[in-house]
């Protein structure tokens, strides 16, 4: 029979079922009576011979039916009806699953885009991160001669580019702006695979340093300077005084490093980017068909040849990563981490909304009970409870979508920053799928446990138990128990990662930072380079800035540093110590620092020994430079370091004098142990000047945010076209610098709050089902003359077993879990007990109060009500 | 639980039986299940009820057909009536479930012997 015709005559032949079946049992019964049997008998016979009447005409009717599907919408139905019926109680399972299945939806969208998504470039399997492997096994940058060395070899890479970070002054046209940008070689984006959206790319002119000055812009930059006009190719940018012509505009879908607005040519040449200073991210694209391990070998055996050839005075060897890697950096263990702690959330949501179903279960014995009498299929039934539980997590996945779309808006803006690409981040497909595979899966486990229970145990029992609830369902009841004792050892262990993460944290905040931040503002000064191309009077220019700012009421002191603690920058490279043999294996390393004023008091950094650098240390003195304590640890353990010489390594060679130690500023993130610093006076390189841009540092006795406009007129006195960015506190900086670790804390904190939440509510409503369970024992009990602690004795105990094998299991778990975080956390040991103390203590705390609730209202009921109710 | 129901002999048994009645003759639900059971000697046990759903599959495969009557005594009944598709598909079952019972019977020979 056609299928349609089946759909719409359907109804016609079930009809023509039940009337053939009437039909039946009537021929039957008749004929019987014939017989000599009394009418009831024969009703009664020919049902018996007849069979299960419901199970045959089901049977009979899903001939007709596509019947999974069919069967199924029966049971929608059926569920839906029942959630009607009873919506706090579908609401409440509904809400605890949304929050489960929209955390995870939100945090995989994350970690889709992050983790699993391969990055937005062409072959980016090939794509290769190449860097030095320096002092203590640290990975830097490349310096030029480097670049151009490995540039030059063709047995690894079939194509290898360079990228800076830099910043430069846009004055014209519109308003002057400080812009972060990159500078890359002109390989870099063609081996990334990115078609312009117009022009073209930077030719091997360009890259030069006397070349014609070009620039590719973005195309948010296109809109926003050039409102889209075409005609803004080929037009002219003021960079740092001087004309960049534009050649090209990207794709809006482009992302890379910081997503710069502005592109920039190397513009380096061998003589003006000196060896050993490593600031180029140097990427490989590997020869089609080369591995990982393959290029590494390759790379180790090339690495001598390549430096030689360049004349680089490269390290000692490379390290080959892939790029993708090194642009997900340390996000990784961050998101494993958040990934876990939302499934155990989920995990928890899923132990709730299983107790709830057992709880109704339970008020559903009747009802269950007199559908197996009437022949219902246990499978069938089964399948019934599980399309409700299906139907309460597939509602509870669309609420929870919502809610994954509000919260990964604020968790990419909370952990934007340590995100790589995060504006690519959004719900897609995949998310979509995830989220729906995740309700099914969700619904199937929660809904599992209550529908086998369901299934099984004795008719008989059940039909006389009725609607009254009372001992003997111990299955159930063992059930909700092992549910409980889950949900407390889930909630343990994302307790113990919280606590961890906090405990991290206030470590973190109150680490020795080697300074004073409190009263001190920094902005960031750039000097255009085309107006100050004589270093002479670069250095004359900061030190009036300097003078000048002194000069101001209440400013203390004034000083300029190349890169401020906190600030993510820092320059770093190798550098001699006179009478003591280089090691080419281990060449020492230092940041370095340059200084103009008087920048270690405007810090308040302490002067271990020796002198601080002042405005005597001039180009015409003898060289000096001052080091800080780690320095001295690392380098001089043993010796006074005050007299000994060292060549700083950049700029003129040449040996200077070591003149003073300085308390370590924490210059690089705060996690890593500081890296021994040299600071030297900006009057004595002046070779270097046009390489470095400063920082201005002001100790003032007035609110420093209240200077802000007085210090920056103060400085457009000396010269009004003076572009000032970054103006802000010390203490500004280092709390967006803490905020990235806070953050997190605040995300786990939060997680584990709705785990606790949660799993209060499911203890308080098991314990509060097991009172009522034994009303009736605890009604005689009072009645016989038991006191309130004998009661209270009895919940609570039945309680606390509940709660220890919870937390021993929990401990257990977060034992073996939360090595995890140990990337994450700093100063504390993932095992620390005071923080698994406390937060044991918290938990058995609240699960106490989520019992004493149930346990004191035990103590207070009527004996007599509730005996006569019996 | 004892609500398991007798199953068939073997799957597709009772269809074939009804269809073989059916050749005879056109009849309806009850009747048929009377005849089987007569015709068998009372040797197989079929729930009456479990006629229903055979039949179900049976119209649903267009093996037979069926329509309201008026029955012998004057009751309203549904007559099924094989159609050319069910006879051909007998005869095709027929032979294959000679041939299995053949099968089965040597087998069981040989094990007395």
Request: net charge positive; with cysteine.
């Amino acid at each position: 029979m056609n299928p349609f015709k089946q759909l719409f005559s359907r109804r016609r032949l079930y009809i023509d079922l039940s009337d053939e079946i009437e039909a039946h049992l009537e021929e039957k019964i008749e004929e019987l009576v014939q017989g000599g049997m009394s009418r009831k008998k024969a009703v009664a016979t020919a049902r018996r011979e007849f069979g299960n009447l419901t199970l045959i005409q089901e049977e009979s009717r899903e001939v007709w039916q596509w019947p999974t599907i069919e069967s199924f919408l029966a049971d929608l139905r059926y569920g839906i009806r029942m959630l009607r019926r009873n919506p706090a109680f579908g609401l409440t399972a509904i809400l605890i699953l949304a929050v489960g299945i929209g955390a995870n939806a939100a945090v995989f969208s994350i970690v889709d885009s992050i983790l699993l998504k391969p990055l937005p470039y062409a072959d980016q399997e090939r794509l290769m991160m190449v860097r030095d492997v320096g002092d203590r096994d640290t990975r830097t940058p490349m310096s030029y001669p480097e670049f151009l060395g490995w540039k030059g070899q063709n047995q690894i890479f079939e194509s290898v580019g360079a990228y800076s970070f830099a910043s430069v002054d846009l004055t014209s046209p519109g308003e002057p702006q400080h812009v972060d940008i990159i500078r890359a070689s002109a390989e870099l984006l063609p081996m990334l695979g990115t078609m312009l959206r117009s022009g073209r790319g930077f030719t091997a002119q360009e890259e030069l340093r006397a070349g014609p000055p070009a620039v590719i812009i973005s195309d948010s930059f296109w809109h926003s300077r050039f409102h889209g006009d075409p005609s803004a190719l080929g037009g002219k940018l003021t960079l740092n005084d001087t004309l960049f012509t534009i050649v090209g505009v990207l794709p809006p879908d482009f992302h890379f490093a910081t997503d710069p607005d502005l592109i920039l040519p190397l513009r380096l040449d061998a003589e003006s980017a000196a060896p050993r200073f490593n600031f180029l991210q140097v990427v490989g694209k590997l020869r089609p068909g080369m591995t990982l391990p393959q290029a590494r070998g390759a790379a180790a055996a090339a690495v001598k040849q390549v430096n030689d050839r360049a004349s680089s005075f490269g390290g000692a060897s490379v390290y080959i990563a892939p790029l993708r890697d090194f642009l997900i950096g340390d996000s990784r263990p961050l998101l494993v981490a958040l990934l876990g702690t939302v499934a155990f959330v989920l995990l928890i949501a899923c132990a709730n909304t299983a107790n709830l179903l057992l709880a109704r279960a339970a008020a559903r014995q009747k009802e269950i009970a007199i559908r197996i009498s009437l022949g219902a299929a246990r499978m069938r039934l089964i399948r019934q409870l599980l399309t409700e539980s299906l139907l309460l997590s597939v509602l509870g996945g669309v609420i929870g979508l919502a809610i994954a779309r509000w919260g990964l808006v604020s968790l990419v803006k909370l952990l934007g920053d340590r995100l790589p690409h995060s504006s690519d981040i959004h719900l897609d497909g995949y998310v979509l799928a995830f989220t729906a595979a995740l309700s099914i899966f969700t619904g199937i486990l929660f809904g599992l446990a209550p529908a086998l229970q369901a299934g099984n145990g004795n008719l008989v029992d059940r039909l006389k138990i009725g609607g009254r609830l009372s001992a003997g369902l111990s299955n159930t009841q063992l059930m909700r128990n092992v549910l409980i004792v889950a949900e407390i050892a889930f909630s343990l262990v994302l307790l113990a990662g919280a606590g961890l993460l906090l405990r991290s944290f206030i470590r973190l905040a109150h680490v020795d930072k080697g300074f004073d931040p409190d009263h001190v503002l920094t902005m960031h000064i750039a000097v255009s380079p085309g107006k100050y191309a004589e270093p002479k009077r670069e250095i004359n220019y900061l030190n009036q800035i300097v003078e000048s700012t002194r000069n101001l009421p209440g400013v203390e002191s004034v000083g300029f540093i190349t890169n401020l603690p906190f600030s993510g920058d820092a320059m770093s490279g190798d550098f001699l110590i006179q009478g003591v043999a280089i090691d080419p294996a281990n060449v020492s390393a230092a940041s370095k620092q340059f200084v103009v004023g008087e920048y270690f008091s405007a810090m308040h950094m302490p002067l271990i020994r020796g002198r601080f650098l002042n405005s005597t240390d001039t180009n015409e003195s003898r060289p000096v430079v001052v080091v800080d304590q780690g320095f001295v640890r690392e380098y001089f353990p043993h010796e006074d370091p005050i007299g000994k010489h060292i060549d700083v390594g950049w700029g003129k060679r040449g040996w200077s004098e070591i003149v003073g130690v300085v308390g370590e500023a924490r210059e690089f993130a705060m996690t890593a142990n500081p890296i021994p610093t040299i600071y030297s006076p900006m009057a004595q390189k002046p070779e270097l000047l046009e390489f470095l841009a400063f920082n201005l540092a002001v100790r003032t006795k007035l609110d420093p945010l209240s200077q802000i406009q007085v210090i920056s007129g103060q400085i457009h006195q000396l010269d009004s076209t003076q572009v000032i960015s970054k103006a802000r506190t010390m203490e500004d900086l280092i709390d967006s610098k803490l905020a990235a670790r806070r953050d997190p804390v605040w995300l786990f904190g939060t997680f584990s709050a709705i785990a606790l939440f949660l799993a209060a509510i499911g203890i308080y409503g098991v314990l509060s089902y097991y009172v009522l369970q034994r009303k009736s024992e605890i009604g005689t009990r009072i009645a016989l003359g038991a006191q309130n602690a004998d009661i209270l004795r009895l919940i609570l105990g039945h309680a606390v077993k509940l709660v220890i094998v919870g937390m021993a299991i929990g401990l257990a778990v977060s034992f073996a879990v939360v090595r995890a975080l140990s990337s994450l956390l700093f100063g504390v040991q993932p095992t620390d007990l005071p923080t698994f103390l406390g937060v044991s203590a918290l938990l058995a705390f609240l699960a106490l109060v989520a019992c004493g609730i149930p346990a004191l209202r035990a103590t207070r009921m009527d004996p007599s009500t509730i005996l006569r109710n019996e | 639980m004892k609500l398991r129901r007798q199953r068939d002999l073997f799957p597709g048994a009772l269809e074939m039986m009804i269809l073989r009645t059916l050749k005879r003759q056109p009849l309806h639900g009850y009747a048929l299940v009377q005849h089987i059971k007569r015709s068998s000697n009372d040797l197989l046990q079929i729930e009456e009820g479990s006629l229903y759903p055979a039949l179900q599959r049976l119209l649903k495969e267009e093996l037979v057909k069926a329509e309201w009557r008026i029955s012998s005594t004057n009751r309203r009944v549904r007559t099924y009536k094989l159609t050319a598709a069910g006879a051909r598909h007998l005869v095709h079952e027929v032979s294959n479930f000679e041939r299995m019972l053949e099968g089965i019977t040597r087998v069981l020979a040989r094990r007395e012997s």
